[in-house]
């Protein structure tokens, strides 16, 4: 049994006297271009002017084009930062240091991810560990130039592999026992 | 941000505990202090152990030079490290540590030729 609105389409798109916009209006499946043509821009296509836009927001809006860009060369560059697969509550192992650098001047950071922002080109990961007895925390954007690579060293690092974590930033962590944030060994 | 009256820790073994910062060294007016900087501080509290040992007295004033924050180090290429505490090293008034031993480690940001005595005498840089 067809609906009203659906009989009603039916009708006006067989050849009655109805307007052709009344059969796309009470069309039920998903509208075809033409349809949508006929819907806005009455029964001619109209040649329609650039719409105006405050240069702020134009620029803004390249602003965003371009660091889209980049984001997506980065990601196709960078197989050793992008390719591996990390979610919060895994320990992981960033190397960080310049592409010519010596083996002194390269540095290895530890830390269970408690929380990940996605934010294009800004997109960071917040990492806890306990170094010297001393917690620390960072936050290092992974779109860095001298990020070389990431690499995950246990899974499910706050419950020992046992379960998944269940949200998406662990900030409890701070107030319970550091040794539950502890990826160094000293 | 450490300004007067912020009570920080010691970490050294120079036998004082927490120490309050009377004034932030640097300008005229200046009102908050961050890593790396030298502030005036006075002794508040020993350590328990060290009372007869200790090298300082409780009231003293001292110079301090703050190793670690709660407010995160901001670096030029977007990464931020903070601790869990504020924390200071004792110094005199050439700069000079005046304990041999420092607990816990520093930031890289205090890997200059000046702070070279400081980065000896931890356990590491972070």
């Given at each position: ?15 009655s ?9 009470f069309?039920?499946n ?20 650039p ?26 560059n960078?197989p ?20 010519n650098?010596?083996?002194n ?28 007895g001393?917690?620390?925390e ?13 690499k995950?060293l246990e899974e ?12 998406a930033?662990l ?14 060994k000293? | ?29 200046k ?47 977007g ?16 700069e ?9 480690p520093l930031?890289k ?10 980065i000896?005498?931890?356990s590491?840089?972070?």
């Amino acid at each position: 049994m067809l609906g009203i609105a659906a009989r009603i389409g039916r009708f006006a798109a067989s050849s009655s006297g109805l307007p052709r916009w009344t059969a796309a209006a009470f069309s039920t499946n998903l509208r075809t271009p033409e349809e949508m043509a006929v819907l806005h821009h009455g029964l001619r296509p109209r040649h329609r002017a650039p719409k105006f836009k405050s240069p702020r927001k134009r620029a803004s809006k390249l602003l965003q084009e371009l660091q889209g860009e980049l984001v997506k060369s980065n990601k196709a560059n960078k197989p050793d930062v992008w390719g591996t697969h990390f979610r919060v509550g895994d320990a992981i192992e960033l190397v960080i240091g310049r592409e010519n650098a010596e083996k002194n001047e390269i540095e290895k950071i530890r830390g269970v991810v408690l929380g990940i922002s996605r934010k294009g080109l800004d997109h960071s990961v917040l990492l806890r560990d306990v170094v010297f007895g001393q917690p620390v925390e960072r936050r290092i954007l992974l779109h860095s130039p001298l990020l070389q690579s990431v690499k995950l060293l246990e899974e499910n690092f706050v419950y020992k592999g046992k379960r998944k974590v269940k949200r998406a930033k662990l900030y409890f962590l701070r107030d319970r026992n550091p040794e539950l944030t502890r990826v160094t060994k000293w | 941000m450490i300004q007067q009256q912020t009570i920080l820790k010691v970490s050294d073994n120079s036998g004082a505990k927490t120490v309050r910062c009377i004034r932030v060294l640097g300008g005229f007016r200046k009102k908050y202090a961050k890593l790396g900087d030298n502030i005036i501080v006075s002794v508040q509290q020993l350590r328990n152990k060290s009372k007869k040992t200790s090298k300082v007295k409780k009231g003293e004033v001292y110079k301090a030079l703050i190793i670690r924050t709660k407010v995160p180090h901001k670096k030029k290429d977007g990464s931020q490290i903070w601790f869990g505490e504020n924390s200071v090293v004792l110094v005199n008034k050439q700069e000079n540590p005046v304990s041999t031993r420092i607990i816990g480690p520093l930031p890289k940001l205090l890997k200059k030729k000046k702070f070279q005595k400081f980065i000896s005498m931890s356990s590491g840089l972070i």
